[in-house]
């Protein structure tokens, strides 16, 4: 039998990424928690937010808990939208507002580099047991490619590549992706005897 493993999060896009790269787990969001609360994201990195989360949700159940803040850090705009990416374009941005705000942002600049950046937290019972953190690095693209993926996706090539990820495929992105690197971390610790007894 697996051991469950919660994802502090009701984002199915990233829970199923989570779920292909920690296959050994039973991965599951907060729908299976009775009316947990909704986090309010008030830090200012990746890791607080993450923490927060991580602690918050840890106290509700017995399992595994993992947290995860990613976003997208954009050079000529000083690393944002940062920690602000899911709400970009305001509190009730969605993918596509915050993707034109980019693009508005990004019009006359011409340096386009950029990167997604994950970090992970993982907690049990009110308590942080460790921390992981992932990054790729590429650039922001002059227009949206791609149907596929999701968040900033269609407007992210990562370095060396002239396809975003949203053309890539969920497969090749997976291997590859800031949360991918970071659940690398997370997988050679969970693999490490005695870390989760």
């Not at 890791?47 to 017995?62: C, R």
């Not at 705000?101 to 993982?122: N, P, Q, Y």
């Amino acid at each position: 039998m697996k051991q469950r493993l919660i994802v502090a999060t009701r984002n199915a896009h990233k829970v199923g990424e989570i779920r292909a790269i920690l296959s050994a787990f039973e991965v599951l969001d907060l729908s299976v928690l009775n009316d947990p609360p909704e986090v309010e994201e008030t830090g200012k990195t990746f890791l607080e937010n993450a923490t927060l989360k991580a602690l918050a949700i840890s106290e509700l159940t017995d399992a595994l808990v993992l947290s995860d803040d990613s976003g997208l850090e954009v050079d000529s705009l000083g690393g944002d939208p940062g920690v602000y990416s899911s709400r970009y374009a305001g509190e009730d941005g969605n993918d596509s507002l915050n993707n034109e705000k980019l693009l508005r942002e990004m019009d006359g600049h011409s340096e386009r580099t950029a990167r997604f950046r994950c970090v992970i937290v993982l907690a049990r019972g009110g308590n942080v047991l460790a921390d992981f953190s992932g990054a790729v690095e590429g650039r922001i693209l002059q227009k949206k490619q791609g149907r596929r993926g999701f968040g900033y996706d269609p407007l992210f090539a990562p370095e060396g590549d002239k396809r975003s990820f949203a053309e890539l495929g969920e497969e090749i992105k997976n291997g590859m992706s800031h949360r991918s690197r970071a659940l690398e971390g997370v997988a050679d610790w969970l693999c490490q005897p005695g870390e989760i007894d």
